[in-house]
């Protein structure tokens, strides 16, 4: 057990430390959790934006997870992914260290009890969310790093908390959603006779529709992001290197209270094909085309994620160029047309845009993926890519998705990647990115 206070396993309320209020905004000398800057609270209100209800927000976001749970039948989910603990508790720790290093975990019983285990000595940056009942410091990690060659021995431990927690709040219902665990846990819960379901399944479609401070947070996000963005296309110029420019957009997200980038994807000139190349040492030169995708998780860990391509320097675009931008647009944009609540994930693979046949060999490897705290659920894959009964999904009201196209040639000299970010509305969707797209590329 951690060393701060806790009463009977439980926080006590009075050693709860201040942070963000709900409003989103900061107490000056308050005990702050990670969030937004004040710069980017300004930047904000000028363009007329709310920043979420954090109180009402996380509650939200239980009680989908809740919602889940009784649905299937679960007592209760175990995550040990840093996304989904993020999701359920709001809690952030070292996320991107903890995706390779699990040492954190979190319950949450079908009645809504909420069990964290933090990293040791880290209780109390959790101390301050009121839907935490209970943080623990003991017994989560057991990968090798640290237990050793006790991995199995800790691990019967963890699974006995697990094994009491199921019996206080499950009673006979023996259930357990995990989402992912290392070997030795999973055979721990197996050996306690508690029976595993799939966790990660039950916390994408909790996750999967968005309310209005989810929304409202994304829509924050994706303005610091295109703020960024901005700042990138400022200081392009012939001679600048892929990865000087590229660390703009995470300077001025961490500048903002962004938290990470989930890839590092800004390429030029040859480099933009095939697609996927990772920013380098490349020198952009006059007449280069500059293709990226933010990937970028900014304020409140939401995920902004779109693509641009852009021309390099003051002359004119080749027709070929302006060509393939012109597919990736068209691409984009009848994609997007198609969406609305009701229709299926399969209907939108069959009447999704056909990419000319000499665009289909380096398609992208979605049409559409969700969007939150992440990629998220669903994936909508080309005709090529289907997975019959995979996703066999409709799209709701509040669910929020990324519209995506690269047009590249085998063998050819440059691509264009263009990504759009959208929230599904009852008339059909809304494009929640402002960022425009080159203007020479489009004359």
């Not at 933090?118 to 109390?124: A, P, T, V």
Request: proline share 5%.
């Amino acid at each position: 057990m951690s060393s701060f206070s806790i009463v009977n396993n439980k926080i006590d309320p009075t050693r709860r430390a201040m942070a963000l209020k709900p409003d989103g905004t900061i107490d000056e000398n308050d005990r702050v959790e990670i969030g937004p800057t004040d710069v980017a609270f300004a930047e904000w209100a000028a363009l007329g934006l709310t920043p979420p209800n954090l109180e009402r927000m996380r509650k939200i976001r239980l009680a989908r997870i809740v919602q889940q749970l009784r649905q299937r039948d679960y007592a209760g989910v175990l995550c040990y992914d840093p996304l989904n603990i993020r999701y359920a508790t709001d809690s952030s720790n070292m996320h991107i260290w903890i995706t390779h290093n699990p040492s954190r975990a979190v319950f949450v019983s079908a009645d809504g009890y909420v069990v964290l285990w933090d990293f040791h000595r880290c209780g109390h940056l959790s101390e301050h969310l009121p839907l935490v009942n209970e943080i623990r410091t003991d017994g989560a990690g057991f990968y090798y790093f640290v237990a050793g060659d006790q991995e199995e021995a800790v691990a019967k431990g963890f699974a006995g908390q697990i094994d009491e927690l199921l019996r206080t709040h499950g009673g006979r219902n023996r259930r357990l959603a995990v989402d992912k665990i290392e070997i030795p846990g999973l055979r721990a819960l197996d050996a306690a006779g508690i029976e595993i379901c799939n966790g990660m399944q039950l916390m994408e479609h909790a996750r999967a529709v968005k309310g209005i401070d989810e929304t409202n947070a994304m829509r924050c996000a994706l303005a610091t992001c295109e703020i960024a963005v901005a700042k990138m296309r400022e200081v392009l110029q012939p001679g600048i290197a892929e990865t000087e420019l590229w660390s703009v957009l995470h300077a001025e997200n961490i500048a903002r209270g962004g938290e990470w980038i989930e890839t590092r994807i800004l390429t030029s000139g040859p480099r933009t094909n095939p697609w996927m190349q990772e920013a380098g040492p490349r020198r952009i030169a006059s007449g280069d085309l500059v293709a990226f995708d933010t990937d970028m998780v900014g304020p409140y860990g939401m995920c902004a994620d779109f693509s641009r391509t852009w021309f390099c320097g003051d002359g004119r675009p080749s027709d070929e160029q302006r060509r393939l931008h012109a597919i990736a647009l068209e691409h984009v944009t009848t994609n997007m047309d198609l969406l609305r609540p009701g229709i299926s994930f399969t209907e939108l693979t069959k009447r999704g845009h056909k990419l000319p046949e000499e665009f289909v060999d380096q398609r992208y490897g979605v049409m559409m993926h969700g969007i939150g705290l992440c990629d998220e659920y669903p994936a909508i894959y080309y005709p090529e890519d289907f997975i019959p009964g995979a996703f066999d999904y409709i799209l709701e009201l509040g669910m929020t998705l990324c519209v995506e196209a690269y047009i590249g040639a085998v063998g050819g000299r440059e691509g264009v990647k263009l990504e759009e970010q959208v929230l599904i509305t009852e008339g059909g969707c809304e494009k929640l990115t402002r960022c425009p797209f080159d203007a020479a590329l489009m004359s």
